[in-house]
Structure formats: structure tokens, C-alpha cells
């Protein structure tokens, strides 16, 4: 397996090079990616706290399932939003399929069960803290939810990371949602994909290295800004 | 500070190229996309017509799926019976042959079940089955899929009882299954283009090819308008006149990897 040693010189030329075609790869991962984690973040933060702070019927179901839901296997999400968004489907007059629109939609689905999940979790034990202060102050949901998420902001960026690292790592969902359609919707995820069934395993897993270093450099950088905030807010 | 930064690369993200002009989606087999035949032709015809062309490759079984689902305006597959069928039923207009190259049999020099001098991809078949030599099979419902379960049929011979042992059948694409056979020391069947852009053969060889029954005919059509409303026609009509007229087919003729012609046109 000479793979592995030419892999590595082959990731160093490709970054070197600033290759305008994986420029425009790393891109589109990136904006997918982050488009669907700010928007399952801001579904899924109210969401997962509601969750934690409300006490209603049948609570203990939607946290079973909310869990169950991290689970979800790409493929069937993938499976579900073309079911709906082909031209065939209810939601086809959308025109959306085969574009960064559906793959930004089937990553929100897959991430909005994760950040809500753990924000619930994260939540429910602030909300212990703080729940005799909320009661004697007679604060609403309303108020309260906010105040939580609030308070639990710096660790609540380690939710959204856990939800980007599955997105910019999946390739299931959006490889039958985005069609893998070169210069429109080809991914990092959905390139390595098509380098392995072409047998070019090197540079497929050359490729898997620039993903990998760039998930490295957003989650030290994601560390660094909370770092400085911390820094600032207790200085 | 934080919430702008956060606000600006949001907004920064959101911006979209969009795509300008006319542009079509092309349903395809994997082998015209993987052997870098498109990445040849289609410059050129964005260049001619101002259309811009998004392929979307997957096996031909998929292809002709999404296409009755009007997620495509123009189809180019090699499985002529289902293409036959997809016109018949209604879903497209008419049907083109374009191209051909042909099917072979690879597998490891050691060759154990003994075809190599065969002429016959039935014998071949036959004698893989006797010997029980392990053999990969696409499994998907590919274009290569059907014709290789034609030719058992046509040895008279039902592999897929033997399934899990010597028959194996990946349920992938032509790529990964070749990558499975490699790893395996199997016998496995693909289309020519396939193997000559495939990048993993290590000491693998052509063993068996030259039969006329494994003539691999590639055809093309568009998608009928009056299922597909929205569909683009005008582009799906400047593509199938394009690449069945003499230049389309001149370049096609024209394409080649290691210095062998991998299609050859033979639109009428």
C-alpha cells in the first residue's frame, strides 16, 4: 500500500497549488454546512430548551424519540427530501433538486435532532441551577428559555460543532439529493466518494485529508473565538 | 462583536451564484461520466450553444428512474430493452443510438477458472459457474446489470442461487464493484471505457472480450414534455441534435485515454 505515503504528498500539492476547482469544492461544503447549521441551531436551541424546561404530557416520548432521531442514517434522509422535492413529489413546483438549496434542507434535518438533543440536556441541568431563582422572580417561558440559552451560549457552540462535524462530513443525503453535479453541487464528501469508485483511492483519500484539516482548523479557530469572549466577559 | 461576525459570515454564506442562462439536467450511466467523456464533449457544446449541462451520473437503472420522475430533461443510458420501455410507457419522446464500445470480463492473471482463450461470454460464464471461481456482480439494476443477467439467462444458467458464495453481488456501482473484484482476486463483467479510465487495476487483466453479445449499445432521448411540464425542452433538443450530428459524433469518435478509443458513434 504505496497509497497512503503518495496521498499525503498528494494533499500538500493540492493545497499548495490553491486548485480553483477544490477552491470551489471546499466552498460549497462550507456554505452547505454552515447555512444548515446556523438555521438547525436556531430551530434547534428553543427547541431542545422548551424541551428541557416545559413539563407537558408525553414529554418523555418526544425526548425518546428527539434521541432516537440522532440516529437518523443520511441515506433515508436523503431518500425522504428528493421523495418530496423531486419534480414527480408534492414539493416539486420548488424546482430545488440538484441544488446547494436541498442539500442545505436534508443536512437541517439530520442536524436539527443532534442540537436539539444535546441543548435539552445541557439546558436541564443549567435549569436546575436557576429554578428556584426563576420561580421566586415569577419569570415566564418566555423570558426564561432566552435567558438559559443566553447564559449557556459558550457551551451550547460545542452542540453546533457536534451538528457541523456530521454535516460537513456526511455524504449520503446530499449525494441523491445534490446529484453530485460537477461545478453545481459537488461536495468534498460526494468528490471523495466519486475519486473511490474511479479507483483513484489516492487522491480520494488525499481529498479526505484537506476535509479532515479543514474540520481541524474551524474547530480550533470556533476555540480560540470562545476563548477571547470568555476572556472578554469575565475581564 | 460575536453575533456580527457570525451575522456577516451568515450573509457572506447566503449569497448564492445562482445559475444564469439555459441550462438542462442530463440523467446518466456512470461510464460516460467516469471516463472523463463529458468532462471532454461538454465545454465544447457549452461553448457551441450557450447551454449548460448538469450531469447527473448514476447507474442506468436510477437514471431511467429519476427521469420518469421529470427530475431530468435529457437521458443517456446503455440498456436498450428498459430505454425501449421508457418510450413505450410514455415517459420520453423518441430514442437515439449515439455510441457503442463493448463489455469485457477482467480478472486476476492467475485466471482459475480458465477463460481466458475463450471466444464465448457464455462459455466464460459457464465455466466461472463450474469452477465456482467468485465472480462480482454490479447487482443495482445497471445497464451492466441487465446485460450481465442476459447473458446468464442466456447460458441457461441462474447465478443468483449461488448468491453469497461464488456470486457475489455488490449492490454498487462499476467503480466500487471493480475495486470489491480487485480485492477479491474475482472475475468481473464492465463496460470497456470503465476499466481503460479505472484507476485501482493493479495486475488485473482483460481476459475474455470480442464476443458480439457483448455489444454495449449507449442511446439517448429526451424526456416527454407533456409528462414533464416544467422540463426544459428547447435545451434537451439543442443537446440530442448536438451530439448525434457530425461534429457531436466526430468528437466522440475523437476522445480518447492511454491512446484507445473508448466510444465509438454510430448515431444514423
Known amino acids: 500500500?504505496?497509497?497512503?505515503?503518495?496521498?499525503?504528498?498528494?494533499?500538500?500539492?493540492?493545497?499548495?497549488?490553491?486548485?480553483?476547482?477544490?477552491?470551489?469544492?471546499?466552498?460549497?461544503?462550507?456554505?452547505?454546512?454552515?447555512?444548515?447549521?446556523v438555521i438547525a441551531a436556531i430551530i434547534g436551541f428553543p427547541l431542545g430548551a422548551s424541551i428541557a424546561v416545559m413539563r407537558f404530557p408525553g414529554r418523555q416520548v418526544v425526548d425518546i424519540l428527539l434521541?432516537?432521531?440522532?440516529?437518523?442514517?443520511?441515506?433515508?434522509?436523503?431518500?425522504?427530501?428528493?421523495?418530496?422535492?423531486?419534480?414527480?413529489?408534492?414539493l416539486g413546483w420548488l424546482n430545488i433538486l440538484y441544488s446547494p438549496t436541498a442539500m442545505i434542507i436534508a443536512q437541517i434535518i439530520l442536524i436539527v435532532p443532534i442540537v436539539a438533543a444535546l441543548t435539552r440536556q445541557l439546558i436541564e441541568d443549567l435549569h436546575r441551577e436557576y429554578d428556584e431563582q426563576f420561580r421566586s422572580l415569577c419569570l415566564p417561558m418566555s423570558r426564561v428559555i432566552p435567558a438559559l440559552i443566553w447564559d449557556a451560549r459558550y457551551s451550547l457552540l460545542t452542540?453546533?460543532?457536534?451538528?457541523?462535524?456530521?454535516?460537513?462530513?456526511?455524504?449520503?443525503?446530499?449525494?441523491?439529493?445534490?446529484g453530485n453535479i460537477n461545478h453545481l453541487t459537488r461536495m468534498m464528501t460526494t468528490s471523495i466518494a466519486l475519486e473511490t469508485s474511479k479507483g483513484n483511492l489516492a487522491l480520494a483519500l488525499a481529498l479526505g485529508l484537506v476535509l479532515l484539516l479543514l474540520s481541524l482548523?474551524?474547530?480550533?479557530?470556533?476555540?480560540?473565538l470562545r476563548a477571547s469572549a470568555k476572556h472578554l466577559a469575565y475581564a | 462583536m460575536l453575533k456580527h461576525t457570525f451575522l456577516m459570515i451568515f450573509l457572506l454564506l447566503m449569497t448564492d451564484s445562482g445559475i444564469a442562462g439555459k441550462s438542462l439536467i442530463l440523467q446518466s450511466t456512470t461510464s460516460t461520466a467516469n471516463s472523463g467523456?463529458?468532462?471532454y464533449l461538454l465545454p465544447l457544446f457549452e461553448k457551441d450553444t450557450r447551454v449548460k449541462v448538469n450531469v447527473v451520473a448514476v447507474g442506468t437503472g436510477q437514471a431511467i428512474k429519476n427521469a420518469q420522475n421529470c427530475d431530468g430533461d435529457v437521458l443517456l443510458v446503455h440498456a436498450?430493452?428498459?430505454?425501449?420501455?421508457?418510450?413505450?410507457?410514455?415517459?420520453?419522446?423518441?430514442?437515439?443510438?449515439?455510441?457503442?464500445?463493448?463489455?469485457?470480463?477482467?480478472?486476476?492473471?492467475?485466471?482459475?477458472?480458465?477463460?481466458?482463450?475463450?471466444?464465448?461470454?457464455?462459455?466464460?460464464?459457464?465455466?466461472?459457474?463450474?469452477?465456482e471461481s467468485i465472480f462480482l456482480s454490479r447487482g443495482d439494476n445497471s445497464g451492466t446489470h441487465k446485460k450481465e443477467l442476459s447473458l446468464w439467462k442466456y447460458a441457461g444458467l441462474d447465478p443468483v442461487v449461488a448468491s453469497g458464495t461464488w456470486y457475489r453481488e455488490t449492490g454498487s456501482g462499476m467503480g466500487a464493484t471493480l475495486n470489491v473484484a480487485v480485492e477479491m482476486n474475482a472475475y468481473a463483467m464492465t463496460d470497456r471505457g470503465t476499466w481503460i479510465s479505472f484507476g485501482?487495476?493493479?495486475?488485473?487483466?482483460?481476459?475474455?472480450?470480442?464476443?458480439?453479445?457483448l455489444f454495449n449499445q449507449y442511446g439517448v432521448m429526451m424526456v416527454n414534455p407533456e409528462r414533464c411540464d416544467k422540463m426544459n425542452m428547447q435545451s434537451a433538443k439543442t443537446f440530442i441534435d448536438w451530439i448525434l450530428s457530425d461534429k457531436g459524433q466526430g468528437l466522440i469518435a475523437n476522445y480518447q485515454l492511454q491512446g484507445q478509443q473508448l466510444f465509438f458513434p454510430n448515431a444514423k
Open chain 1, 217 to 224: 482548523s474551524i474547530n480550533a479557530a470556533v476555540y480560540a
Open chain 2, 37 to 39: 467523456l463529458y468532462d
Open chain 2, 80 to 131: 436498450k430493452a428498459a430505454e425501449e420501455k421508457f418510450i413505450a410507457e410514455g415517459y420520453g419522446v423518441e430514442r437515439f443510438d449515439v455510441m457503442y464500445n463493448d463489455f469485457i470480463f477482467v480478472g486476476p492473471p492467475g485466471d482459475p477458472a480458465n477463460i481466458r482463450n475463450l471466444r464465448q461470454a457464455v462459455g466464460g460464464l459457464k465455466k466461472i459457474a463450474e469452477s
Open chain 1, 67 to 90: 434521541n432516537a432521531l440522532m440516529g437518523l442514517p443520511p441515506v433515508v434522509v436523503g431518500l425522504l427530501v428528493y421523495m418530496m422535492i423531486s419534480r414527480a413529489g408534492p
Open chain 1, 1 to 37: 500500500m504505496q497509497e497512503f505515503s503518495s496521498s499525503f504528498g498528494l494533499a500538500f500539492n493540492l493545497l499548495i497549488s490553491f486548485d480553483a476547482d477544490l477552491l470551489e469544492i471546499i466552498g460549497l461544503s462550507l456554505r452547505v454546512s454552515l447555512i444548515a447549521v
Open chain 1, 159 to 178: 452542540v453546533v460543532l457536534a451538528g457541523f462535524g456530521r454535516a460537513i462530513a456526511e455524504v449520503g443525503a446530499v449525494i441523491i439529493v445534490g
Open chain 2, 200 to 213: 485501482n487495476r493493479q495486475d488485473f487483466e482483460i481476459l475474455l472480450s470480442g464476443d458480439k453479445d
